[in-house]
């Protein structure tokens, strides 16, 4: 009897010959299968698409007359592209930064147990429910020179007010900064929180108890041990930086001409709007290996300390 139990638990009969698996053992790899299928198709697969047609000279339909680098050297030989990368080391290095900052400002302020704090984190948190195509029509009503925040401050009798960003070709970028500020720094606020909550109570009375005031004891205890929140946030803040649309297509669409294009816009206006579908995938897999970039160290990270533990 207890034989047999071996045997099939290690999946072969008596005679050494292997078990039949059941309808029950196949059943995960059954509902498993379309997703797989389509993951590989309609996410690899097209990825491997864009990357041959980077390399092909097609226009408004795929051909596969293959013309080497020829589109890369076109992409960054073309003005607007430079344009859009320059706004997105712009775009890119506030948004981050200042989403940090605040996240963490606003993860400490909530850390201290004060009233209300549920009210004041769904406050918080609620601009991250919100898409990025309603977040940049609701800037650009408040900050349009005609019927926004010049008006409004010009009706309370600043006469001399100005604040016609979203018209200044040189200033236009910091708008798109602003509203994704406002849309994200909740969610890092979110992330920090319950990093803060994870951290053991023990040091922090043991800072106390050493004299260290609240000040230091962030500095120098609580917020080194929240590096992998730190490094979390920064890839997940840098991958919406990168792959950043909507929010442009809303607020600014691109203009005033392109000074505030960014990557992605570049990509679907050049694929879908100007026939250009070898210059658009090039540009897709230029902005592919920037999330690679990202990805790539920080899942190596993950699995170096994986192995560690």
């Known amino acids: 009897m207890n034989t047999e139990a071996a045997n099939s638990g290690s999946g072969q009969t008596q005679s050494g010959r292997p078990a039949r698996l059941s309808l029950a053992d196949w059943m995960p790899k059954i509902v498993m299968a379309p997703t797989v299928i389509v993951t590989l198709v309609c996410i690899y697969g097209y990825m491997i698409w864009t990357a041959v047609l980077s390399f092909t000279n097609s226009r408004m339909l795929p051909s596969y007359n293959f013309v080497g680098f020829d589109q890369y050297e076109r992409l960054f030989n073309n003005d607007r592209w430079i ?7 712009i775009f890119g290095g506030m948004f981050i930064a200042i989403c940090l900052f605040l996240g963490v400002t606003l993860a ?15 406050i918080y948190l609620y601009p991250m429910a919100i898409s990025f195509i309603v977040t940049g029509t609701a800037w650009k009503w408040l900050l349009n020179p005609t019927n926004g925040l010049e008006k409004m401050m010009i009706d309370l009798g600043f006469e001399d007010f100005r604040f016609n960003w979203l018209a ?53 205890i609580i917020l080194p041990s929240l590096k992998p929140v730190f490094f979390s946030a920064l890839v997940i ?7 950043s649309f909507d929010l442009v297509a809303a607020l600014t669409n691109g203009g005033p001409g392109y000074s505030s294009d960014l990557p992605a816009n570049f990509m679907y206006a050049h694929t879908f709007t100007r026939s250009q579908v070898g210059l658009g995938s090039a540009s897709a897999m230029v902005m592919l290996g920037c999330v690679l970039a990202i990805l790539v160290p920080y899942l190596y990270s993950e699995l170096r300390g994986e192995r560690h533990e």
């Open 168 to 220: 200044d070709p040189d200033m236009v970028i910091y708008c798109l900064v602003i509203a994704a500020v406002w849309q994200a720094s909740g969610f890092v606020m979110a992330l920090f929180l319950a990093g803060l909550r994870g951290v053991d109570g023990d040091l922090i009375k043991a800072a106390h108890l050493d004299g260290a005031s609240t000040f230091t004891t962030y500095r120098r």
């Open 237 to 243: 803040l840098s991958h919406i930086a990168i792959k």
């Open 83 to 89: 344009v859009a990368l320059t706004n997105l080391g």
């Open 108 to 122: 400490i302020f909530l850390d201290q147990k004060i009233r209300a704090e549920g009210a004041l984190r769904t």
